[in-house]
């Protein structure tokens, strides 16, 4: 027993110390590997599992070509949207008649924003906004139609679309060098901010017309379902900000879904590489 | 209201056809512009010029609502005209700010021909004269922005010209005066001349 507890006591090197001296000597020789002069191979950072390599983004120029190809894209946005609001055949006489004078009009906007960008050296872009269409314009139709007051939102929807496509032209007319798609730019953003504010004359009347908010005060008033009232007249200057949407139906919670629209920004510019999608 | 789509053009009545003796012009030929990349970001000298007599004219927009007020307009319609001289005045403000001058002189020509139009206490009577100011205002700014140099001078301006086609939808609506699709939204409106010469 003596002997055992001798045998203990005089080894200085267990198991658990061999495995620490064996993890620093490795440790030790990585380091003294990484350090060296002479070393080679590929010094991308290292990566972990199987994630696909990480793809360097193009940096396409924007030019007067890319911002009127992507103004045609929205114009010809509006006009699919508004050609599936007609198609669910719940618009009355006189909003049937508006919605078609809209397609007409986003229509002949996205022909001339044609006709500027092959001025302009450019080729028109003759199909809708694949971004919007995927990341917006989808999700909301379908929350329009599963609605549980589909012509409250498809109001709200036209509203939206026009405050949007009136901003983007409001914008994109300082930054555009040509001066004839100047004048055409604030031409769209003059004519889409009239229909905004008609789309609202005609579904509110007198109520709809000045948010109460146009002081920057106060609460914005809602529906009896809890959705924001629109306005023809938000704000005393013309807003480029985002625009918010609430539409479709309440889920299990009572809340809806709401949107968040945005001038075009880098991921949805119709940059000139981009080919037709239509 | 009934509406009416793709007809002929209009031929409804408009304060601009009354006002040939204070010189209104055709819009401007939208010629002169210069790279956006180019361009100063502060008003120019001939900017300032310029932003002057659209600082007069908002002022005059301003003063013309006030009176429609003072002379008992009521209602949606003088509420409109509160709301609308507030925007008008916050505009001159803006407009002065941004040049470096004062907001303190209105075109007293233009605010005279059109006085006893506001002078109303008629709600459809202020809601056509008003339209037509509004739509003025807007083709009148239209005109100018292309002549500006500056991004703050345009981009104040593009701001302002919006607000300002919603102002004179609101005030068709309220009127009544046209069903008619094409009057609403291409109004019939021809930039003021003013007199520096910038809408001309």
Sequence with gaps: ?278 | MDLESAAPASSRRSLIGALGAVGLAGAAALSIARPASAAPTSPTEDDKELLRQAMELELTAEALYRAAIDAGLSDVAGELAAVFAENHVTYADKIAGGAGFSADTRNEELFEQLRSAFATSDADAFAEAAASLENTAAATHTALLAEYESIKAKTLTASIIVVEARMATVLTDLGGFTSNLDDIFEPDAEALELSGGAAS
């Design chain 1, 1 to 278: 027993m003596t002997d055992n507890t001798n045998a203990t006591t005089s080894s200085r090197y267990g198991r658990r110390e061999a495995l620490k001296l064996g993890g620093l000597t490795v440790s030790v020789a990585a380091i003294a590997a990484a350090c060296g002069s002479d070393r080679t191979g590929d010094d991308a950072p290292g990566r972990v599992g199987f994630a696909p390599p990480i793809e360097e983004l193009e940096d396409y120029p924007i030019d007067d070509a890319v911002r009127l190809r992507t103004a045609s894209s929205l114009e010809l946005t509006a006009v699919a949207v508004y050609e599936a609001v007609l198609a669910t055949g719940l618009l009355d006489g006189d909003l049937t008649t508006l919605v078609e004078r809209l397609i007409e009009d986003h229509q002949m906007v996205a022909d001339e924003m044609g006709q500027l960008t092959e001025s302009v050296g450019g080729v028109a872009w003759e199909c809708t906004n694949p971004w919007y269409m995927d990341r917006t314009v989808g999700p909301l139709l379908a929350a329009v139609l599963d609605s549980d007051n589909p012509l409250r939102d498809i109001v709200n929807t036209a509203v939206v679309l026009e405050n949007i496509a009136a901003a983007t032209h409001q914008s994109l007319t300082i930054e555009l060098e040509d001066a004839d798609a100047a004048a055409a730019t604030i031409a769209a953003a003059t004519l889409e901010s009239r229909h905004s504010a008609f789309i609202v004359a005609t579904a509110r009347g007198p109520e709809g017309y000045v948010s109460p908010l146009i002081d920057g005060d106060g609460e914005a008033p809602n529906d009896a379902d809890g959705v924001p009232y629109k306005f023809a007249i938000n704000n005393r200057f013309g807003s480029t900000g985002q625009v918010e949407l609430v539409a479709g139906k309440p889920n299990e919670n009572g809340v809806r879904q709401t949107f968040l629209i945005q001038t075009p920004s880098l991921n949805s510019w119709i940059y000139n590489e981009l080919e037709p999608t239509c």
